[in-house]
Every structure is written in structure tokens, then in C-alpha cells.
């Protein structure tokens, strides 16, 4: 699907706001509410919008730490990367999970609330997944940057 500078404008105010109404959207993207509306659904139909979600502050529900593992596998082949995958899925302390080039195989964020807590995944869920043979963990001190919005490359009138 072809990205209009005016389908960039509508994904880009959805970034900042998911829950914006139809008008104030289409007031700032400079279409009619019918016409926006219809360029949302297409947006959502076609894949390019994947979902909608809140984004909850990790501090409120007691997961404040980031922790990131590098992990390695005993072996490479595509069935022991299939069964690691569908494994590591399954891990509800997992937020993101990577594969990489270079010296580990995958990288993960994993959200804890602290670092007894990190120890606990790690015995029991971490090193348990199929295939791992080496595991580095490395915990994040502060977060900088958290964004959630692609850069779209739009400017906005309303920033």
C-alpha cells in the first residue's frame, strides 16, 4: 500500500493520541470526518495500523526494571530457532525478544520488579528455554529515550 502525506498525518496523530476522535483528527489532517474515517478503516484493514494499546507505566504496576538478555543457543538450525521462538512467546516477563546477528543469537527485554525477581525468571523460565546454552543478563540503570511513535518523517501543526 502507496503512503499519502496525508495517510502519514493521520498515522502520525495516531501514534500520539490512539484514543483521538474522528473530528479532532480530521480537523488536523484537514479532511472531512467522513473522509478521515474512511482513510482510518483502510489504514486498519490493510495492516498498516496493527492494534491499538494503551501504554501502561511500567512504575504503576509494580515492573520498574528493564533487564536485557543476550541469549545463545547450543545450535542454529531453523528447527531449534522455531522451537525457541515459539517457547520464549510464552514467557509473560518477556516484552520484546530479537533475532540478532553477532555473538548471541537473540536479545530480550524482560520487565521485572527487581533484581530478586530477575533471578527467579532467570532459574525458572530463562534457562529452561529449549536450546539455550548460554545466557547474559544486563540491567538497565535508567530509561533515556522510550518511544513509541515510528518516525514518520510528518511534521505536525500541532506540535
Do not use: W
Not at 478503516?41 to 533487564?67: F, K, T
Not at 533475532?99 to 530478586?116: I, K, N
Not at 527467579?120 to 539455550?132: A, N, Y
Amino acid at each position: 500500500m502507496k503512503l499519502d502525506p496525508v495517510d502519514l498525518a493521520i498515522l502520525d496523530a495516531l501514534q500520539r493520541e490512539g484514543r483521538i476522535a474522528n473530528v479532532r483528527l480530521a480537523a488536523q489532517v484537514h479532511l472531512s470526518e467522513s473522509a478521515c474515517l474512511r482513510r482510518t478503516r483502510m489504514l486498519e484493514e490493510a495492516g498498516v495500523i496493527a492494534r491499538y494499546a494503551a501504554v501502561v507505566d511500567p512504575r504503576a504496576v509494580g515492573l520498574p526494571d528493564n533487564v536485557f538478555v543476550s541469549i545463545a543457543l547450543q545450535r542454529q538450525d531453523q528447527t531449534d530457532l522455531d522451537t525457541f521462538e515459539r517457547a520464549v512467546c510464552d514467557v509473560p516477563e518477556v516484552m520484546e525478544c530479537y533475532l540478532m546477528t553477532g555473538e548471541f543469537d537473540y536479545l530480550l527485554r524482560v520487565v521485572v520488579a527487581d533484581a530478586s525477581d530477575y533471578e527467579r525468571v532467570h532459574r525458572s523460565r530463562l534457562t529452561r528455554l529449549p536450546g539455550v546454552a548460554r545466557v547474559q543478563s544486563s540491567f538497565a540503570l535508567r530509561v533515556v529515550q522510550d518511544a513509541v511513535a515510528l518516525p514518520l518523517g510528518v511534521e505536525s501543526e500541532s506540535r
